[in-house]
């Protein structure tokens, strides 16, 4: 299903990791004018119907959760927008995403920013806004900075 540009997609409200990473990818990698609506659970299908949008990352839906993997990885199947990068950025998501923090070291991290988001925005296109931000960074480490690391100072000694 390739979506008409600017098409509305919903979801759940209240977003953290997924619900953030996943209209990221969206309006980098598939439509940059896509539309974003954070409702109450019960409430997506109503609003898919109504609005015509595109329900993701919710239970029954087909741009959602697949076995072990979430729905980043489900974009980036369905997409064929897999690379280097986007791989190694999905691996992060679905360890933060699934509390599976042992997959990627990142992870912890992830959830920790992905929280403080939800705390200072109670509007959730405005976290989106900011989230959008933190995945573009996100995105450039494993693009060309996950090789760095940091020793400061480096070769001291205790």
Not at 102 to 110: E, F, I, K, S, T
Request: with cysteine.
């Amino acid at each position: 299903m390739v979506p008409a540009p600017g098409a509305p997609w919903v979801t759940r409200h209240r977003p953290k990791i997924d619900r953030i990473a996943c209209p990221w990818v969206i309006r980098r990698f598939i439509d940059p004018a896509a539309r974003f609506l954070f409702v109450a659970p019960a409430e997506v299908a109503d609003v898919a119907d109504r609005f015509n949008a595109i329900p993701f990352d919710i239970e029954g839906v087909p741009f959602s959760h697949r076995g072990d993997r979430c729905t980043f990885d489900t974009l980036l199947d369905d997409f064929h927008l897999h690379s280097p990068a986007l791989d190694r950025m999905a691996t992060v998501i679905r360890a933060a995403d699934t509390d599976r923090h042992d997959l990627a070291p990142q992870a912890a991290g992830l959830l920790a920013l992905s929280v403080g988001l939800s705390r200072m925005y109670h509007d959730d296109l405005q976290q989106l806004v900011a989230g959008i931000a933190l995945y573009d960074a996100l995105y450039r480490w494993a693009r060309d900075g996950h090789e760095e690391g940091h020793d400061w100072p480096a070769g001291r000694k205790e």
